[in-house]
Structures are given as structure tokens and as C-alpha cells.
């Protein structure tokens, strides 16, 4: 099938406030521009070099998301112009997030990953360690960057019974934060959480933004 009819397929069983990234690293931009003229203005990289360049080639229109594992050294590079970054795990990356937003006169909106996986070779907060970031001092002085919510990627497992309970425990942890630290503000609305293998779950379970790559743009040669 086409990226067009894939991008149907998939809108179509996701609820409406439900905002989909299309995930389209290693892909060329012919795909994206495909993706495009079928009505896709979310896309997600991983990597930085990747996501400027693809920037560069497309229209201003493009909203760019950062998905991957972001070293400090590099948000210079995307401050600019990314819309959100998926992949804050520390406070020291958010602070050179908001140093970075402070040159270029913008607040920069930032999801908080949480690790929710049996794998520990993927990055993320633990939940004492996202209360410490957000109660930390100089979080709170932060003018350039605005959490709008949580990330989190689940077990890569066929046993869809554990997958769904690391997006429920996310799920609550996303309402306990907002209840706690966000006043129950409105900004505090993202809830990233689905790929191609586990979406339909993470909607049941609240997500408000899934991020699909091969279920849009098919596999990705390694
Ligand atoms: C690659 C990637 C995705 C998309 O994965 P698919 O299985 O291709 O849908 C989602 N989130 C992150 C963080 C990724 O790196």
C-alpha cells in the first residue's frame, strides 16, 4: 500500500484528539513530501543531523518533532525550529534546551521520557527522578522551555498483557504529575506514547500522541 492509503488506514481508527507523528528517519524526503500531499504535517526523527537536514529540504509548514536520544552538544542545532522534543531525560539537557530557546527568543515545548520498559538499555526517568527534575530549583527558573507532558516507549515484547500495563502505569504517572506539579494546567496535555506494534493499545490506555514509522512508510533498512 501507499503512504497515502497507509496514512488513511491509520487515521482512521485513531480518535480525533489523538495528534499522530509520522516517524520517517532513514526515509527520503520524496516519502515525506508523499506523506505531505496526503495531508501529514507531524513528522518525527531520531537523529539531529537527519532532522536539520530534512528541515532544510521542506516547507516551513512541517511541524518537526525530535523523538531520539538528544545529546546536550547538539540542541543548538534544532532550537530554531523543532516543535517538540520527545526525549528529555535529564535536567541538564533540558537546561541547555532552555539556554538554546533563550538565543533564539523562543519557549521550547519538551515531553519528559519516562522508562517504563523491562529493557534498561533505554533511556528515560524513573518516577523519583522526574519529581526531583521538577522540583528542582532551577527547573523552576527555566523561562525557555514549557513540559507539555511524558513520553515513553514499552517492552519490546509480543505479550500485549505487559505492554499495556507499562502504558497504564505511564498513564497515571502522567495524571499524578499534572494533578501534582501542572495545577491540572492545560499545557500539561501530551501523553506520548504508541508505535507501529502497539498503538491501538496505547490509545486505549490515553495516549494523545503516537509516533508510526513502518506502519506509515513501511520497514526501515538498517
Ligand atoms: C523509530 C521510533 C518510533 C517509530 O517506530 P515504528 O515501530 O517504526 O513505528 C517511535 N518512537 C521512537 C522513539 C522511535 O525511535
Known amino acids: 500500500m501507499s503512504v497515502a492509503e497507509n496514512l488513511y ?10 495528534t499522530l507523528v509520522a516517524v520517517s528517519k532513514t526515509h527520503p524526503v520524496e516519502l515525506i513530501r508523499e506523506a505531505m500531499a496526503a495531508g501529514q504535517r507531524v513528522f518525527g526523527e531520531n537523529r539531529v543531523q537527519e532532522l536539520v537536514a530534512k528541515h532544510q529540504a521542506l516547507t516551513p509548514d512541517v511541524q518537526w518533532h525530535m523523538i531520539g536520544h538528544l545529546q546536550t552538544n547538539k540542541v543548538k542545532y534544532i532550537a530554531p525550529f523543532v516543535s517538540l522534543i520527545h526525549s528529555v531525560d535529564s535536567l541538564s539537557l533540558l537546561e541547555e534546551i532552555d539556554r538554546q530557546g533563550a538565543k533564539c527568543r523562543r519557549v521550547i515545548d519538551c515531553l519528559l521520557e519516562m522508562h517504563i520498559s523491562m529493557e534498561d538499555t533505554k533511556y528515560g526517568l524513573d518516577r523519583a527522578s522526574l519529581q526531583g527534575l521538577l522540583q528542582n530549583p532551577r527547573f523552576l527558573h527555566m523561562k525557555h ?16 498483557a505487559q505492554v499495556r500495563e507499562e502504558f497504564r502505569t505511564l498513564r497515571r504517572t502522567f495524571q499524578d504529575i ?30 494523545t500522541m503516537v509516533r508510526i514509522g513502518t506502519s506509515i512508510f513501511g520497514s526501515r533498512t538498517p
Do not use: N
Open 9 to 18: 488506514h491509520i487515521r482512521q481508527s485513531l480518535p480525533e484528539k489523538v
Open 178 to 207: 499534572r494533578a501534582l506539579y501542572f495545577g491540572d494546567k492545560e499545557s500539561f496535555d501530551v501523553l506520548s506514547m504508541g508505535m507501529s506494534g502497539d498503538y491501538p493499545v496505547a490509545v486505549e490506555e490515553g495516549s
Open 145 to 160: 522551555v514549557r513540559v507539555r507532558g511524558l513520553m515513553g516507549m514499552a517492552s519490546f515484547t509480543d505479550e500485549m
